[in-house]
């Protein structure tokens, strides 16, 4: 008995349906996974993105509305001094809102004062429980800063005068090449054609007036020396190498080899 042909289109049909699905199968055992793992990890890293943007924006909203707040109050104050000072206190009917402001205000004052107390307690407790607390007090501590600063005038001051020290060098080198090369190009101008994305010409102008000006290297190094700790000998003597060469075949780098002694020297 023959078979009919729905029947057989019917198992055509079922069997090229099952050699196409053989065929993706095979398809997709052979696709990597790299790229799902990348789409999945750029969709967690959007809604880490969003929360975060969210967070902020919950952030700026509260920060808004804490300022409308404070500029009503602002508004609030300023009328309120304004009619103190149009009308005496004598001739004004109504002073409660005089009372409440001053009373907001002793208070917004109590509070900030209280902070302040709880955050010199926490440093104190901090300063109790450190390793070294019973060599270390306020004063040694404004001490110490103190020492800071004035160390970082004397480098400043040290620095100064080697600048000068450059000029000076870079005079002497102009000079010479003036009269032995016959050259007046000054190398070390820059040049106005170089292009905007050159080293030099990408930098900020950083031009201003010279804190020491009229300091030469032995007067900002000798500021309060004693209290600086700088070895005077090493500073004269640099003052001495600098002054005493004058032609050009000599060295002209002084030995700047200052020391801080009285600084460390505290710390042992």
């Known amino acids: 008995m023959p ?17 196409q699905q053989k065929t993706m199968s ?18 967690t890293m959007c809604q880490k993105n969003l929360q975060f943007i969210e967070h902020n924006l919950d952030k700026q909203k509260t920060s808004v509305e804490k300022l409308k707040y404070e500029t009503n109050k602002c508004l609030q104050d300023f009328e309120i001094a304004q009619r103190n000072h149009d ?39 901090y300063l109790a429980t450190l390793p070294y607390n019973n060599n270390v007090t306020v004063d040694e501590l404004r ?21 000068n020290e450059v000029q000076v060098l870079k005079a002497r080198h102009l000079s010479f090449r003036r009269e032995i090369l016959n050259d007046h190009t000054n190398i070390f101008q820059l040049n106005p054609n170089t292009s905007s994305s050159s080293f030099f010409t990408s930098r900020p102008d950083t031009t ?36 005493v060469q004058s032609n050009y ?13 009285g600084f460390f020297s505290s710390y042992k």
């Open 208 to 243: 201003g007036p010279n804190p020491f000006s009229g300091l030469n290297i032995t007067a900002s190094a000798a500021l309060n020396l004693g209290t600086f700790g700088l070895d005077q000998s090493g500073v004269l003597q640099n003052q001495d190498t600098s002054s």
């Open 26 to 43: 095979t398809e997709l055992a052979r696709m990597s996974s790299k790229g799902s793992n990348e789409v999945a990890g750029d969709i």
């Open 3 to 19: 078979v009919p042909n729905e029947i057989l289109q019917l198992v055509n049909n079922l069997k090229d349906f099952l050699k």
């Open 87 to 125: 009308h005496p206190a004598m001739v004004q009917t109504d002073m409660e809102s005089n009372i409440k402001y001053f009373a907001e205000l002793i208070k917004s004052l109590q509070e900030k004062g209280n902070i302040l107390k709880n955050e010199i307690e926490n440093t104190q407790q």
């Open 143 to 163: 001490r110490i800063g103190e020492m800071y600063y004035k160390n970082v005038i004397a480098l400043a001051g040290h620095l100064h005068g080697i600048h």
């Open 249 to 261: 075949g000599t060295n002209t780098q002084p030995n700047n080899t200052t020391q801080f002694h």
